[in-house]
């Protein structure tokens, strides 16, 4: 026998060396389209983030300007509210202008001989009337007269102290009447 060795093993190693090359490229290839591909869907995704914050943006910018405007909105409400009121007053007291000069005219046409006012409170409708009285009958007719007066309504006394600094029956009194707004036929 001889001693002849016949290696049929290099084509086999070439074919296996062959074969990995080819994987090798193939792993790479794979490996390339696998980054192209990922980088495609990161830049996808980081416009579609960058549009939206972006978009973000813009509404924060227009809330914050819609915020000021209805701020402003609400500033010019409440000065309208402010003027509508005053415009209210004003409005009350020239059409109660004629009225509180009827009135106090009503006044001086009621007060009885010998009864002089000190001093007239008006809140609302009600007046509280101070004055002094020559005799307790004078008061007694102050109040008829209220009485019988459009203009007043519901008169009471609610204090009679005699005063003789004033004269010798003369009484410090107090009373309250109700102010009444007659119909135009009725102050005639």
């Known amino acids: 026998m001889s001693d002849i060795k016949i290696n049929l093993l290099p084509w086999r190693d070439e074919l296996r060396e062959e074969k990995k090359k080819e994987f090798i490229n193939v792993i790479v290839g794979v490996l390339a389209i696998a980054g192209v591909l990922i980088f495609a869907v990161d830049r996808f995704y980081t416009g579609n983030i960058d549009t939206q914050v972006a978009?973000?943006?813009?509404?924060?910018?227009?809330?914050?300007?819609?915020?000021?405007?209805?701020?402003?909105?609400?500033?010019?409400?409440?000065?309208?509210?402010?003027?509508?009121?005053?415009?209210?007053?004003?409005?009350?007291?020239?059409?109660?202008?004629?009225?509180i000069v009827r009135l106090f005219d009503e006044l001086a046409r009621q007060l009885s001989d010998r009864v002089f006012f000190l001093s007239i409170d008006f809140k609302g409708k009600q007046l509280a009337i101070k004055g002094v009285a020559e005799s307790n009958n004078r008061i007694s007719s102050q109040l008829r007269n209220f009485s019988e007066s459009v203009w007043f309504t519901k008169p009471n006394v609610t204090q009679i102290d005699a005063n003789p600094e004033y004269g010798p029956q003369a009484s410090l009194f107090s009373l309250s009447v109700e102010q009444n707004t007659p119909t135009k036929e009725e102050a005639q």
Do not use: D
Request: hydrophobic content about 40%; charged content about 30%.
């Open 55 to 99: 978009r973000n943006k813009f509404i924060t910018t227009e809330i914050e300007l819609l915020e000021a405007r209805i701020g402003q909105i609400q500033l010019l409400q409440q000065k309208r509210g402010e003027l509508l009121s005053r415009m209210k007053v004003i409005q009350e007291l020239q059409g109660n202008r004629p009225v």
